[in-house]
């Protein structure tokens, strides 16, 4: 009701930016995405959408976007030396019985080209190759400066500039990042590059001491997608866009069993992203100047849920926007509703990584209890995540301050 004709500038046209502008045009607002790059063309990687984030694409009316999905079956852990599985993790049909939503995993490009096709039908328009230098607030509403341009006014802007966010660190401070100590290379493989018997069918983790191996399909099984992880001192920059020698996943991962072997020995061309720790910041809202996805809460990608934050974010800042005549108090809310979750997924996340890296004597503990959980009570396992996948924040009752339990308008998983 309150955002019919405000104008909104997004910044970033990365997935929570245009989740952002779809659902703010959808309620009215006249929204321009700005985008530094020339072209969407994403550099290849797939994603995967656990069914919170489902629940946002279907509000936002993508529901259709799953045809372009993959539904794995399971995650399944194996031991990356000897290749023996010891958990799994039920998704597919149990997923879905129990959220109500399926699990998708995605070529980044596709999941942003359906975005950017749902676009025109809201009036919400996308400025690709126009950088934005920098942002002013003021006391009601907010300038931004494009590269090369004057200033333009809007009545709000959010920043979804990424993890390197400049709003952020011009505006908003927090402390240094931390690196971790540990990289990623990410990469996509071909599968007529692979004996069919390397091709796995459901997302397989290969866990190892300070190392591991995520692999799951796409496009039909065409493709698929890595991500290795590796432990190690020296430090690499935070981006999507740093090329690295395929060849050095390859010697990381060498004496593994023949699967995880075959799978980064095939690899074609790869990127290498260095893992940081961003501190919880002090604050994402400044008047009518809000944060939102990894500007925000950049997390490591260890529960696949930095995206999916990203949708949640914009549903529920366009909610709550649309709800109160004064953006400022909106903004606030927004922070409020969103940060106790996005926290505890950061905090999540980060001890994930710890489990994958174990090394003996705790690996073969904790890959025992794991693996006597999924045969004893495989459902067990799953309803380990219903704090994440079974929230829906598009039912949340928007003023409400809710943030992560079962309670009126949370989607109450089916045991
Ligand atoms: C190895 C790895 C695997 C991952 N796997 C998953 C997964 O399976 N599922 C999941 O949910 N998440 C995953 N993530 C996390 C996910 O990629 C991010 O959380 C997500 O991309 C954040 O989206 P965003 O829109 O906030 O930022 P981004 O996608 O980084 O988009 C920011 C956009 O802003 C633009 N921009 C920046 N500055 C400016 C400026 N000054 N002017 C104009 N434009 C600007 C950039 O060009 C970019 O397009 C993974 C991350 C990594 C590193």
């Given amino acids: 009701m309150h955002l019919r004709d405000k104008s909104i500038a997004v910044i970033g046209g990365g997935i929570g930016g245009l989740a952002a502008a779809l659902a703010l045009g959808r309620r009215g607002a006249r929204v321009t995405v700005f985008e530094q790059a020339p072209t969407l063309a994403e550099v290849g990687a797939g994603l995967q959408i656990g069914p919170n984030g489902v629940a946002v694409l279907d509000a936002l009316g993508l529901g259709d976007a799953g045809v372009l999905a993959s539904r794995p079956s399971a995650v399944v852990l194996r031991n990356g030396r000897t290749g023996r599985s010891f958990a799994r993790l039920p998704l597919g049909t149990a997923a ?70 400049r709003v952020r660190s011009v505006h908003f401070g927090g402390s240094r990042p931390r690196f971790t100590g540990h990289v990623a290379w990410r990469g996509l493989v071909p599968a007529d590059r692979l004996d069919p018997v390397f091709i796995p069918r459901e997302t397989t983790v290969f866990t190892g001491p300070g190392r591991h191996l995520v692999a799951y399909p796409l496009r039909g099984g065409s493709i698929v997608n890595l991500v290795a992880i590796e432990k190690r001192a020296e430090w690499a920059a935070e981006g999507w866009t740093h090329p690295d020698d395929p060849a050095a996943p390859a010697r990381a991962f060498v004496g593994w069993c023949p699967e995880a072997e075959a799978l980064v020995t095939a690899l074609p061309e790869t990127f290498l992203w260095g893992l940081f720790d961003h501190p919880v910041l002090p ?40 709800e109160s005549p004064e953006p400022e108090r909106a903004l606030a809310a927004y922070e409020d509703r969103r940060r106790p979750r996005t926290s505890r997924v950061q905090r999540e996340a980060a001890r994930s990584g710890r489990i994958y890296h174990l090394r003996w004597p705790a690996a073969p503990i904790a890959q025992g209890g794991m693996a006597m959980a999924s045969r004893l009570a495989p459902g067990r396992l799953l309803a380990r995540f219903d704090w994440l996948y079974g929230v829906d924040v598009t039912r949340q009752a928007s003023s409400s301050t809710q943030t992560g339990t079962w309670s009126e308008g949370f989607s109450q998983p089916r045991t």
């Fill in 283 to 322: 604050r994402w809202t400044m008047g009518r100047l809000a944060l939102l996805g990894d500007a925000c809460h950049p997390m490591l990608p260890f529960l696949a849920q930095g995206a999916t934050m990203a949708l949640e974010d914009a549903w529920v800042l366009a909610a709550l926007l649309d």
């Fill in 96 to 165: 879905e019985a129990r959220y109500g939503r399926p699990y998708w995993q995605f070529h980044r490009a596709d999941l942003l080209g359906i975005l950017t096709a749902a676009l025109p039908a809201t009036g919400a328009v996308l400025r690709l190759d126009t950088r934005i230098d920098s942002v002013e607030p003021e006391a009601e509403r907010v300038l931004i400066v494009p590269e090369n341009a004057g200033p333009v006014p809007f009545d709000i802007v959010i920043a979804a500039d990424g993890v390197r966010s």
